[in-house]
Structures are given as C-alpha cells and as structure tokens.
C-alpha cells in the first residue's frame, strides 16, 4: 500500500459544477499538506498549502484536512474550463521537505 | 518571479547514449530535486541536492547520477540510456528556511526523454 492514495480518475464534470479531489494517506506523521495544479505539459505548480486540520479557502478552491480519519480534499467551485488539469497531493511530516505525491487526478471540465 | 529552468523541453536519444539534463534556479533556494514523472506511477523521486556537492539518492536512482557543482545548477545524468528510462524528467528546487513552507517545491517545466 503507497503511503499516500489518490484516484487517478480522469474525472469529467460540466463547467460550474462542485469538483472534490480527494487522498487518503496512512502516515500519520504528516502535518502539512499540498496540493499542486499541473496542466499538460507544464510541470506542477503548488495551489494550496495547509498545515494540520482544518479548512482553508482561497477564491473557488477550499482545501480541508481530516487527520483523524487521514483524509485531506480540495474542493473547486464553480469550475471552469481553464481549471482541467492533473490535479497532485502532496504531505510532508514536521522537519522534512521532501514532499510524498499522491498520483494525481486528472480533470477535465467540459463547456 | 520564481524561476526553475530546463534547458531541453525534448530530447530524442538512442539506447547507449549518455544523456545530460541540465536544470538551473535562479531563487537562491539550498535543495534540488530530479523527479520522473509516468503515466499511473506518478512523480518519483531520483536524487534530491541539499548543498553544493552534496547529494542523496531518492526512491528510484538506478541507472541515473547526479552532479551540483554550483548551488544554482544541478544535472541529471544517464550514463547509458535505455528504453525504460523514456519518460518526463521534473527539476524541482525549494528552501529549508521557508519555515512552515517547507516541503513547497517550486518545479520547472520538464523535459521529455525519448529513448529509443
């Protein structure tokens, strides 16, 4: 079992839809949490960052983290065209920074 | 702005040649990293940097060697290409100092091998 879990989809919604990308992981050393946007043939760049439990909220993106149950989801609103993309999570315990990668979801918003 | 530059987007190689992917940061940052990104496997660690000649082999380095002689600058190379390292090949750079931040890995935009 990989330390961290992600479904690689592709996941296909309608624009404006409520998008949830979802990784479960097994280390519950994990204190900080990532999630990177990476359209084709660019590489990732980091969206979200959140340290611990909670939510955080950033336009129409909320990330949210559930230690007790090893869950962490990105959740978009209102998605759009521009936001299909693979979609990665990453964690990294207190006193590293090697993150370790879900592998990725892929999305795809269609007009 | 943030800047992790690839020098080659595409290669094309033949099995047996030595291959040679450069990478260079522009941020200051102490750390790099090569990944190699495929289809269902996701991003795999090959050797991360943590200073100027100082590296650690990551979760898959068979087959690859690293070289950091200046912090801003650090190659990935196959000493003799094969098939099965056909891949996109993603340099990455962060900070230790970036307290709380850390683990934020700034990546440039790949380059894809072709080995053929």
């Known amino acids: 079992q990989k330390e961290v879990e992600q479904d690689p989809g592709p996941l296909s919604v309608p624009e404006g839809a409520i998008v949830s990308l979802n990784c479960t992981y097994s280390n519950s050393a994990f204190q900080y949490f990532m999630w990177y946007r990476q359209y084709s043939r660019k590489g990732p760049e980091l969206l979200m960052y959140t340290y611990s439990s909670g939510n955080k909220e950033d336009g129409r993106f909320t990330a949210q983290v559930d230690k007790s149950s090893k869950y962490i989801s990105l959740f978009i609103r209102d998605s759009q065209p521009s936001d299909s993309a693979t979609y990665l999570c990453?964690?990294?315990?207190?006193?590293?920074?090697?993150?370790?990668f879900g592998r990725g979801t892929s999305l795809i918003v269609h007009p | 702005d943030v800047k992790v530059t690839q020098s080659s987007r595409y290669l094309v190689k033949r099995t047996g040649e030595k291959v040679f992917l450069e990478c260079v940061q522009d941020?200051?940052?102490?750390?790099m990293f090569w990944y190699r990104q495929d289809p269902g496997l996701g991003l795999r660690l090959i050797y991360f940097?943590?200073?100027?000649?100082?590296?650690e082999k990551g979760d898959i380095p068979e087959g690859y060697s690293v070289s950091r002689e200046k912090k801003e600058r650090f190659s990935l190379i196959l000493e003799s290409a094969s098939t099965n390292q056909t891949s996109m090949y993603l340099c990455?750079?962060?900070?230790?100092?970036?307290?709380?931040?850390?683990?934020?890995?700034?990546f440039g935009e790949g380059s894809r091998l072709t080995v053929l």
């Open positions: 940097s943590y200073d100027v000649k100082m590296k």
């Open positions: 990455a750079s962060s900070s230790p100092s970036a307290g709380v931040r850390t683990g934020e890995l700034f």
């Open positions: 990453a964690m990294t315990p207190g006193g590293s920074y090697i993150p370790t």
């Open positions: 941020m200051d940052h102490e750390n």
